[in-house]
């Protein structure tokens, strides 16, 4: 990490608008950026952003606008082997049209260089592009701007890094990482790894190839081992009720598990808290018990090798018989935020599993606000995390969506099995029970899953 000033180091933010993006929307992408950034443990200080048909240019940038980004970073603002991008006419006119559609004020923060007297300024030393960059493109915008440059993958890579506990999100973090890495190894040869004299040439790039194919077989064995594991813990799982919340990242999926299940699971105001699954039980205890999982959060433009090391996490989700989609109702992009989440589930095929809309942190919406989306969703409930008295009946109301899928049905245990009677009252509803010769019988009500193996179980 580049050295400097200050505890925080500070980045800038470059956007590409195009033709099909709103303003309002990109606004709204710059702004996640930001907030992603700052998980990053950096401080945003300005944004440059430019309309642009297309992403393709060597520097996604204009000549005009990369010049000035680089004043604020204090780079050179060209890419120095030659490789300069040429410029049409037609391109000239369409980007000083653009730098006058964005004054005034489009760049929201300071400039930074001005220094004061007997101060060093601070400039930025990174730089975040709000896309996907290719390997080259990467590398101009470093020669460029003197800085170190991420793209919005490479963020979203890294906070999952810092922020991945178990073994298995340790593991699947790094296989996205290695596959975010590799290809850009391969072609940043004569990039900044290799001016820092880790020796030059393809046979070290060659070496480095090798050893992340091996390391990827190495955590792709292991990661397997611990699947099947879980497999099985989710087999012994799979007729109980489960519901699982899923959503946005920072909607409030982890406070409500908390505030559902009694459990200690992480809640903090950052992108991308939540890397692991937790299944609790719903409490009070209900009978049949309920299991929750709180799940890892979506974001717009999720890298797609980052939903595939995830897959076992949404697994979760597509085991539910129930899902909760809890949607930041105070943020004011929350149908985009509720479009993607709906996306990504409907890839995962998880969008035919019965669903609960659940809008949250509704404490900080006026009365107002709280009407309209009541008229505009009235199948959704509103409710608020910290509230005790809103968890309360979304417990209800997820013991009522329960109860409409359970069937009454008779069962025998014999007195031989009498000291397997908990399996009964853990897996159903005992309605009412008597004794005869053959046993023990109950009247229960559960879900039919439950009831045929517990009836094979009791021999029956
Ligand atoms: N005002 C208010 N804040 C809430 C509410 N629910 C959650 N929050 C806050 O929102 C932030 C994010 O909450 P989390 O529960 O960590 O969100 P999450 O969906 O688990 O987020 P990730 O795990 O990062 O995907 C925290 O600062 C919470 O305290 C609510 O109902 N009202
Ligand atoms: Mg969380």
Not at 408 to 437: K, W
Request: hydrophobic content about 40%; aromatic content about 4%; glycine content about 6%.
């Amino acid at each position: 990490m580049p050295k400097t000033l200050s505890a925080r180091p500070l980045a800038v933010l470059v956007g590409v608008q195009l033709p099909d993006v709103s303003d309002a929307e990109h606004a709204a992408d710059l702004a996640e950026l930001a907030r992603l950034v700052k998980t990053l443990g950096y401080d945003a200080v300005a944004t440059v952003s430019q309309r642009r048909e297309g992403l393709a240019s060597g520097t996604v940038l204009g000549t005009g606008k990369l010049k000035e980004l680089a004043q604020l970073t204090g780079g050179s603002g060209v890419i120095a082997s030659g490789a300069q991008e040429r410029t049409s006419k037609a391109r000239e006119r369409w980007e000083s049209a653009d730098a006058a559609h964005e004054e005034p004020g489009d760049e929201e923060a300071a400039p930074p260089a001005e220094d004061a007297p007997g101060e060093v300024a601070q400039r930025p030393t990174i730089v975040v592009v709000d896309h996907e960059l290719s390997p080259s493109q990467l590398r101009n915008l470093e020669k460029a701007t003197g800085a170190q440059v991420l793209d919005r993958t490479g963020v979203i890579v890294d906070i999952f890094h810092r922020h991945a506990r178990s073994h298995e999100a340790r593991m699947q973090v790094e296989i996205a990482r290695l596959n975010y890495l590799a290809p850009r190894l391969r072609e940043s040869t004569g990039g900044r790894e290799r001016q820092q004299g880790r020796g030059s040439g393809d046979s070290a790039v060659e070496l480095d190839r090798r050893k992340i194919r091996d390391r990827l077989a190495e955590l792709r064995e292991g990661l397997a081992a611990i699947q099947k594991d879980q497999d099985q813990r989710r087999y012994a799982r799979r007729d109980q009720l489960r519901v699982a919340l899923v959503g946005y990242t920072n909607a409030g999926k982890s406070s409500l598990m908390r505030a559902l299940t009694g459990s200690e699971v992480l809640v903090a105001d950052q992108l991308f808290a939540t890397l692991d699954t937790t299944v609790r039980a719903l409490q009070p205890e209900s009978r049949p018990r309920v299991l929750v999982s709180d799940t890892v959060g979506f974001i717009q433009k999720l890298p797609h090798d980052l939903v595939a090391s995830f897959r076992s996490t949404l697994d979760e989700a597509l085991e539910a018989s129930l899902l909760l989609y809890v949607v930041d109702a105070s943020d004011p992009t929350w149908n985009t935020q509720l479009e993607v989440t709906r996306t990504v589930l409907r890839e995962i095929g998880a969008d035919a599993v019965p669903s609960q809309l659940l809008f949250n942190k509704v404490d900080r919406l006026d009365a107002a606000a709280q009407e309209a989306l009541r008229s505009r969703h009235p199948e959704a409930m509103l409710l608020s995390a910290h509230r005790p008295e809103d968890v309360g009946l979304l417990r209800e109301r997820i013991l009522s969506a329960f109860a409409a899928s359970m069937v009454d049905a008779d069962l025998v245990i014999p007195y031989a099995s009498q000291s397997r009677i908990s399996e009964v009252y853990e897996h159903t509803t005992v309605l009412s029970e008597s004794f005869d010769e053959s046993g023990r019988k109950l009247r229960v009500r559960g879900l039919p899953g439950a009831i045929a193996r517990l009836t094979q179980s009791f021999g029956a």
